[in-house]
Each structure stands twice: as structure tokens, then as C-alpha cells.
């Protein structure tokens, strides 16, 4: 959807190492979800912030939310392996009961 | 953990046949979605439904139709499979009062 777009396609890091996926999106909404996808899995909610939240914190993420800008980012830090994943934002709007995704990215944490 | 359950997982069809995918949830979620992802596109909303009965259209409804029959099951329609609909399918389902969405496994549909 063009609603909510990943501002890369691809990130590679080290084991331990921090990384950052951002996300613009193009409408005014109720909230934004990050969600993250394992091979052959269904993707699965991370974080959910609102539009009258900053920032909001899940263990080792951290998504902040830029209402002016129209911007997000989900932080993840001393990255494991198993974090590999592709990393998804999705936006809410009022009077729908509907989530819209961004195309993705794809994060691959190396040993 | 709320549990969505797709079948078939793997699905080969033919240009033209009908397909049917298959949604079940028992968690007593009122919303249920029917989601394509294809290379580039990310997740693109096909169906959605509020509940027994009632199925809306999402921004690629062309091609496909829904059905809800309960509030436990969700069912994606092909009636003229084409090519341009291979794809992997995730359903999922949202409980009341929230958005977070469950998604199933995903059915990976192959249409030759």
C-alpha cells in the first residue's frame, strides 16, 4: 500500500549490533504497528503506538512515532540471529477497522 | 496467543478451476482479514469481514470473493483462478476492542 511505505529494502548488521528501519506513511491516523515476519511464518505485532504517543518500548525495540513528519522508526538493539526477519509497518486510520502495510523490509542479522 | 488456522498450506491449481481457502479461528474474534503477499507489495488487503454474514471489499478485491458463514470461519474465493493470483495468502482475525491482528500460517496458492 502506498499508505505506509519501509524506507529501505534491505538492512544487513552484525550480531550485537543496533539498527534502525524507518517508515513514512502518507495520511493523517490513529496509530501505527510494526510488525515482524520470520521465513514462512504469518507476521506478528511488535509494537503498537498511538498517534498521541512519542515513543513506546518492547525488551530490546523501540518505535518512535513522528506525527508531523509522518514518520516511524523501530529501533532494535544487540541484535541476535533470530531477529533476522522481514520488518513491516502498518497504519491505522479512523473510522476503519483495517491495517495497511508498507512493502517491507528485509533485516538479516549476521553472526 | 490467539490461534488462526489456514488450510490447505500449499495449493496447485489450474487456469480457470475455482479455489477455495480456508480460515478458522476459535478465539471468538469478530474481524477477520484476507491478506496476498507478493514480492514488493508487502501485504495487500483483499476481504475483510465485521462478523458473521457480512464481508467488505479491501483494495484488491477484483478476481476473488469472501464468504463468513460463522464467526469461526473465513473463506477466500477464486471462482476463475488465473495465473496472476499465485501468491501466499494469510488470513488473520482481530479481537474486539483492539487491532492487533493474528495471522495464520499462510497458504501458498500456485496457479499454472
Known amino acids: 500500500s502506498q499508505l505506509a511505505e519501509e524506507n529501505s529494502w534491505a538492512l544487513s548488521v552484525h550480531e550485537g549490533e543496533s539498527v534502525t528501519v524507518n517508515c513514512s506513511y502518507k495520511?493523517?491516523?490513529?496509530?501505527l504497528q510494526w510488525y515482524r515476519q520470520k521465513s514462512g511464518k504469518g507476521p506478528a505485532q511488535l509494537i503498537l503506538?498511538?498517534?498521541?504517543?512519542r515513543e513506546k518500548r518492547n525488551g530490546r525495540l523501540r518505535a518512535t512515532l513522528d506525527t508531523s513528519s509522518q514518520s516511524s522508526s523501530l529501533s532494535i538493539t544487540a541484535t541476535r540471529c533470530e531477529d533476522t526477519a522481514v520488518y513491516f509497518c502498518?497504519?491505522?486510520?479512523?473510522?476503519?477497522?483495517?491495517?495497511?502495510f508498507g512493502s517491507g523490509t528485509k533485516l538479516t542479522v549476521e553472526p | 496467543e490467539a490461534a488462526v488456522t489456514q488450510s490447505p498450506r500449499n495449493k496447485v491449481a489450474v487456469t480457470g478451476g475455482k479455489v477455495t481457502l480456508s480460515c478458522n479461528q476459535t478465539?471468538?474474534?469478530?474481524?477477520m482479514y484476507w491478506y496476498r503477499q507478493d514480492t514488493g507489495h508487502g501485504l495487500r488487503l483483499i476481504h475483510y469481514?465485521?462478523?458473521?454474514?457480512?464481508?467488505e471489499k479491501g483494495d484488491i478485491p477484483d478476481g476473488y470473493k469472501a464468504s463468513r458463514p460463522s464467526q469461526e470461519n473465513f473463506s477466500l474465493i477464486l471462482e476463475l483462478a488465473t495465473p496472476s493470483q499465485t501468491s501466499v495468502y494469510f488470513c488473520?482475525?482481530?479481537?474486539?476492542?483492539?487491532?492487533?491482528?493474528?495471522f495464520g500460517a499462510g497458504t501458498r496458492l500456485s496457479v499454472l
Open positions: 502498518a497504519t491505522e486510520m479512523s473510522n476503519y477497522n483495517v491495517l495497511y
Open positions: 495520511t493523517s491516523i490513529t496509530a
Open positions: 503506538i498511538r498517534s498521541n504517543e
Open positions: 478465539n471468538n474474534h469478530n474481524n
Open positions: 469481514s465485521y462478523g458473521a454474514g457480512s464481508t
Open positions: 488473520a482475525s482481530v479481537p474486539g476492542g483492539e487491532n492487533t491482528l493474528y
